[in-house]
């Protein structure tokens, strides 16, 4: 895959989607995805805009030519984006009480910058939240 290919994949996954223990980190998941599947799409989805939901749409109607490791790899890969994506929506209404209590007026995309800067007065929730979407490194 050459690497302004490359790059609009990684810009494309990070940005169309927000990054746990129980899930992936989007640079991972990038890192894995062009490893096992850049050949793949450079290949079989050549002009495919590259979101995540198009690109594994493409790659799941070139199955029966795409890679073994690609194949092994992609749904797990756009699973945990997935995951990724899910956690991060949660933290708003998992922190909503700290949200009113400790950051009231903070613009929904700072909400967990916020948060993290907070020592202490966080519920479990927040915190396993927060944890999930990655936001704590």
Do not use: H
Request: net charge positive; glycine share 6%.
């Amino acid at each position: 895959m050459n690497s302004i290919r490359l790059i609009f994949l990684t810009v494309a996954l990070a940005a169309s989607l927000p990054a746990s223990a129980a899930t992936m980190s989007f640079e991972d998941a990038t890192t894995v995805l062009g490893a096992s599947c850049g050949k793949d799409i450079d290949d079989n989805c050549r002009g495919v805009n590259l979101d995540p939901g198009r690109l594994r749409e493409c790659l799941a109607r070139n199955q029966d030519v795409v890679s073994p490791q690609c194949k092994a790899d992609y749904f797990r890969i756009f699973d945990a984006i997935q995951k990724r994506a899910a956690a991060r929506a949660a933290v708003p209404k998992m922190c909503d009480r700290e949200a009113a209590k400790l950051c009231a007026g903070t613009a929904k995309e700072d909400l967990p910058k916020c948060l993290l800067a907070i020592p202490r007065g966080i519920g479990w929730k927040c915190t396993q939240a927060i944890n999930e979407a990655g936001y704590r490194k």
